[in-house]
């Protein structure tokens, strides 16, 4: 069964960190470029960080150059973002997802929340 299961979302005050991981099961992260998206209340989904399948290019978006960090653990099967410096504005469900050029997976969404 496929599957990408999100965590460590949750409340932290501006300028936290939070770290993110997406364990997948099913398949193997090593054969998809696995994404990060945040989908914000009443916002469009956004892509904020791309890690490839051979792990060795990153790309993020420019609201998040700087303070986020895409990882994977093949081992483990797993994707990570660690989020730094963390403001207001990244509030957001945080989605992790799996796409290759036959399979698009999603997970459930992780909600972070920046607040004093």
């Known amino acids: 069964q496929v599957q990408l299961v999100e965590s460590g979302g949750g409340l932290v005050q501006p300028g936290g960190s939070l770290r993110l991981s997406c364990a997948a099961s099913?398949?193997?992260?090593?054969?998809?470029?696995m994404n990060w998206y945040r989908q914000a209340p009443g916002k469009e989904r956004e892509l904020v960080a791309t890690i490839s399948s051979t792990g060795d290019s990153t790309n993020y978006a420019d609201s998040v150059k700087g303070r986020f960090t895409i990882s994977r653990d093949i081992v483990k099967n797993s994707v990570y973002l660690q989020l730094n410096s963390l403001n207001p504005e990244d509030t957001a469900v945080y989605f992790c997802?799996?796409?290759?050029?036959?399979?698009?997976?999603w997970g459930q969404g992780t909600q972070v929340t920046v607040s004093s």
């Open positions: 997802n799996a796409i290759n050029s036959y399979r698009n997976y």
């Open positions: 099913g398949f193997y992260v090593s054969g998809f470029f």
